[in-house]
């Protein structure tokens, strides 16, 4: 199964454009499915998550920026495990589906969960399981698609992924304006989305072998080349815009003291940010596959800076808050499957899981310290100077990470066709 776009020819009707025929797997538009009803599941809890957690069970801003900062960041202690015994047994798809069921589970653990403890306990289970399942899954798409239109695979499954977290919010806003403060409902249906999710991985997507034909990786070959000069500059890049990356919830508690809106509108600022991802996945993947995934990388970052600039400006009414979940849609986009791609071709096929949960892990990390920072420095200077002082760094970091991703897009001995890993020729 494959879902075909035609390149229209342009006016100079090069043989190339003319006779390009673009295809997107069914397996990725099958594991875009499982995405999207699981993030139908897991951006339901999401969006009201910050508002239950400071509201409800009156988290002070320090806790809540350590909670963000276990939703941000603890995948990362699972993720290159998960990468590599995806590549290890060459069959990722039975890590994923572990991964997809932890987080299921979670869904219901929600319910009994009261205290900072038990609702962190809960967090960090939803999250390891997030983490185990993301590289595996993105060396499935990567196997099921030509090396040409990486970009537009992985922009492709964002899009459905972004899908169904657009639609969880809503559910949210729904179930809440139905029965006001009906936390329970959001995690009980959360669950349902979260097994149908699990139902059609398990049922549907097949079990590819993600570097067919060749030898299992030992776990020496697959370090060197994770830790080879390859992955150096774009993980360092990563980890510098990683370390000003903070959570959405932050920006959207900022939005909703600023313009004073009621509690049960907030599940809709998920909903704008989704809506701009979704409407820009698929246009920034075909855009990386054009110009480079690196460029893209970090002119994403530059929209995520716009973000956090208009967000500490005076009330500034409907538009000037779309304009921040736009300007954070936009961000998304931009990074989150450009990266994967990116990554996905410096590395042999035998060691792409590990290389993509390298980057993944490298930038969890990284957001895990920038949310807690961000916490503290919110209950010390307030709100507006911390993300000022965020801001100003993030200026002076993109120049750098431009500088590190400069180039890194040309065609190294790994991604050349019939290379073995560790970039020497089959």
């Given at each position: ?213 060749a030898a299992r990786a030992t776990l020496r070959e697959v370090f060197s080349e994770v830790a080879g000069r390859g992955l150096r500059r774009p993980l360092l890049a990563a980890a510098l815009l990683g370390l000003l ?182």
């Amino acid at each position: 199964m494959y879902v075909t776009l035609r390149d229209r020819p342009d006016d100079a009707g090069t043989s190339r454009a003319r006779s390009a025929v673009r295809r997107v797997s069914g397996t990725v538009v099958l594991l875009g499915t499982v995405s999207l009803l699981t993030d139908v599941s897991s951006e339901m809890v999401a969006s009201i998550l910050p508002l239950y957690l400071t509201a409800v069970v009156g988290l002070s801003p320090v806790a809540y920026g350590f909670l963000d900062g276990i939703y941000q960041g603890v995948s990362a202690l699972v993720r290159i495990a998960g990468g590599y015994v995806g590549d290890r047994g060459q069959r990722p798809k039975w890590v994923a589906v572990t991964g997809y069921a932890a987080s299921a589970l979670s869904r219901l653990a929600m319910l009994p969960a009261a205290g900072f403890a038990a609702i962190t306990a809960v967090v960090t289970a939803d999250r390891l399981g997030k983490g185990l399942r993301t590289a595996p899954r993105d060396a499935l798409i990567a196997a099921a698609s030509q090396p040409d239109v990486l970009g537009r695979a992985f922009g492709v499954h964002r899009a459905l992924d972004t899908l169904g977290a657009a639609i969880g919010p809503l559910v949210a806003f729904a179930l809440l304006a139905a029965v006001p403060g009906s936390y329970d409902s959001i995690f009980v249906v959360s669950f349902a989305f979260a097994v149908a999710g699990v139902a059609v991985l398990v049922l549907l997507v097949p079990d590819l072998p993600t570097a067919a034909g060749a030898a299992r990786a030992t776990l020496r070959e697959v370090f060197s080349e994770v830790a080879g000069r390859g992955l150096r500059r774009p993980l360092l890049a990563a980890a510098l815009l990683g370390l000003l990356t903070i959570g959405d919830g932050f920006l959207y508690l900022l939005l909703q003291d600023r313009d004073d809106f009621t509690a049960r509108y907030f599940p809709l600022l998920y909903v704008g940010t989704n809506v701009a991802y979704l409407a820009l996945a698929v246009p920034m993947g075909l855009l990386a596959d054009r110009v480079g995934r690196g460029r893209v990388l970090v002119a994403g970052h530059l929209a995520l800076l716009g973000a956090y600039l208009l967000a500490t400006l005076p009330s500034s009414g409907v538009g000037g808050t779309l304009a921040v979940l736009v300007l954070l849609g936009t961000f998304y986009a931009a990074t989150d499957g450009v990266l994967a791609a990116l990554v996905s071709r410096l590395v042999g096929a035998r060691a792409r899981g590990s290389g993509i949960a390298a980057a993944q892990t490298t930038v969890a990390l990284a957001r895990f310290a920038a949310s807690v920072l961000f916490g503290l420095l919110w209950s010390i200077q307030g709100p507006r100077p911390a993300l000022l002082l965020f801001a100003a760094l993030l200026a002076v970091a993109v120049p750098i990470a431009a500088w590190l991703l400069r180039g890194i897009d040309r065609p190294t001995p790994a991604t050349l066709p019939g290379a073995r890993p560790g970039g020497v020729p089959a």
